[in-house]
């Protein structure tokens, strides 16, 4: 098939939960197409789930920042792709990156994690308290989804939780595309000195937690360095865990028959979770990659320098991987998803953020059975101006 | 039928701690304190090979591969002698 014009990425979902429409229907005719970037350069948009993996694999293609390009235009003029900073890590390839994951991984096995289940279990019970405090309604993103994983990462991490209003909000300016250069580069600053400043009090008066860790496991790290790793282990470990959990309600919400199959049989939750990875694919432009040299993928040439966004949100999608699969099915095998990405860089809280959600989902349906929406569907206002994807708020009711 | 058999091997240098393979064959796979994968049965049960084949495609770094088993020495296949009647 012939190459077609490029396209322009566009973040606007159809309708609440489904991928662009332009991603759906270039997956069947140029699972590889061209694409071009929001500053002009011409690359590549990949939709096909077997092609997104080959690219996510293939260490020919780099994650380094400073050869990326990016997907959609941001209000905000940021200064020319700057080189990420050490330890900045899923903006490094080999072997930079391989010595902070290896710092990491063994904070977040699945022995580890499991660990802390009850320990979760807790924290939500005290959530779905709160809630229930407040009357007969709430905002489910503000009191539960939100909460929940910064409350996490908060103790895992050492970072105060009384400190969360200053890392949520720059968090929030940091990823949404409207936000101004002046707005967007005080936010990331304002987050920067703050953790800093964490730093340093680590390594002055250390506790038990992943920094303090960090810090004595390699005395070598520079506090520029743990700056980032911190950064890194904050935002993505509160913001993606938050959106999955208030979307994913609102898609149970949306699927009455699903919600229904879960509640009758509540063991269906893990692969429930897997399917709300599946079917929301929360990070919705990108990762990208650059080509470090000419590669050829499904009989495409992608030229050296060339940068290639992949769209898990489309290769989720797959019909060739996933059977039916624009059908929401808490009973289906959802499994080898690309929700968390594919290859060195997939997900490293991946086994957290998998408790976290099936706690969540568990005790919110078991609290509340008659959890329902509070307005209509159509006035919840869609993070589509985000780089990660959900509700701005989710009013529910029980 | 025994299905085919099965041998495993994994790689500690390619492995990235993502834990898939711990979280889908925990009999076959675990990690160590550090994160990096275990190999606790290279030759399991056929019970197990639908959950190995499933961790090994779905390992995000292809550190586990499956192997046909060394071969073994030749054992002259007995033909099928028909029942007399």
Redesign the interface.
């Known amino acids: 098939m012939s190459q077609g014009a490029p396209v322009i990425f566009s973040t606007v979902r159809d309708g609440y939960f489904n991928p662009p429409p332009m991603t759906q229907s270039l997956r069947r005719t140029e699972p590889i197409a061209r694409m071009e970037f929001a500053d002009g350069h011409l690359g590549w948009l990949v939709t096909g789930y077997s092609a997104a993996r080959a690219v ?2 293939d260490n020919r293609f780099s994650a380094r920042g400073e050869l990326k390009h990016p997907p959609v235009p941001r209000a905000a003029t940021l200064e020319e792709a700057p080189a990420a900073p050490p330890g900045m890590f899923i903006q490094h390839d080999a072997p930079e990156h ?1 010595r902070y ?2 710092l ?8 580890r994690m499991r660990m802390l289940t009850e320990w979760i279990e807790g924290i939500v019970a005290e959530r779905l308290d709160a809630m229930e405090r407040l009357g007969s309604e709430a905002d489910l993103f503000e009191h539960f989804a939100l909460p929940i994983p910064s409350l996490v990462i908060c103790e895992l991490l050492g970072v105060p939780y009384a400190d969360r209003a200053g890392f949520q909000h720059d968090t929030h300016v940091w990823s949404s595309f409207g936000e101004s250069t002046e707005v967007v580069t005080a936010a990331f600053l304002s987050l920067g000195t703050y953790l800093q400043g964490l730093v340093r009090l680590k390594r002055a008066e250390p506790t038990d937690d992943i920094l303090s860790g960090l810090i004595a496991a390699d005395p070598d790290l520079t506090d520029e360095e743990l700056t980032s790793i911190a950064f890194l282990l904050l935002v993505a470990g509160h913001e993606t865990t938050a959106n999955q959990l208030a979307l994913g309600t609102f898609a149970l919400l949306r699927h009455p028959e699903q919600l229904a199959a879960l509640r009758a049989d509540p063991s269906l939750i893990e692969g429930a979770v897997e399917e709300s990875l599946r079917y929301l694919s929360i990070v919705h432009h990108g990762p990208t990659r650059a080509a470090l040299e000419d590669v050829e993928i499904d009989g495409v040439l992608i030229k050296e320098g060339e940068v290639v966004m992949v769209s898990l949100a489309a290769a989720n999608r797959d019909p060739e991987r996933f059977p039916d699969p624009e059908a929401f099915d808490v009973s289906r095998r959802a ?2 998803h690309l929700g ?5 860089h ?3 809280g ?2 957290l953020a ?1 408790i976290e959600l099936r706690v969540g989902f568990t005790a919110l349906l078991e609290r509340f059975p008659a959890l329902r929406l509070a307005c209509p569907p159509e006035e919840i206002r869609l993070r589509h101006d985000m780089q990660v994807y959900g509700v701005y708020e989710l009013p529910v009711a029980w | 039928m025994t299905g085919d058999p099965l041998r495993i091997e994994v790689s500690r240098d390619l492995c ?4 898939m393979c ?3 064959a ?1 009999e076959v796979f ?7 994968v275990l190999l606790l049965d290279a030759r399991p049960p056929a019970a197990l090979r639908a959950a190995v084949r ?1 961790a090994a ?2 390992c ?3 550190a586990i591969t499956l192997h046909k088993p060394s071969p073994m020495p030749e054992v002259p296949e007995v033909p099928e002698v028909p029942e007399t009647p």
């Open positions: 996510l694999a391989q994951r290896k990491l991984v063994g904070q977040f096995t699945v022995r499994g080898g968390f990405g594919h290859g060195i997939q997900c490293l991946q086994q998998r | 990235r701690g993502a834990g711990t979280l889908l925990p675990d990690q160590s304190d550090e994160g990096v499933e495609d779905q995000p770094c292809a």
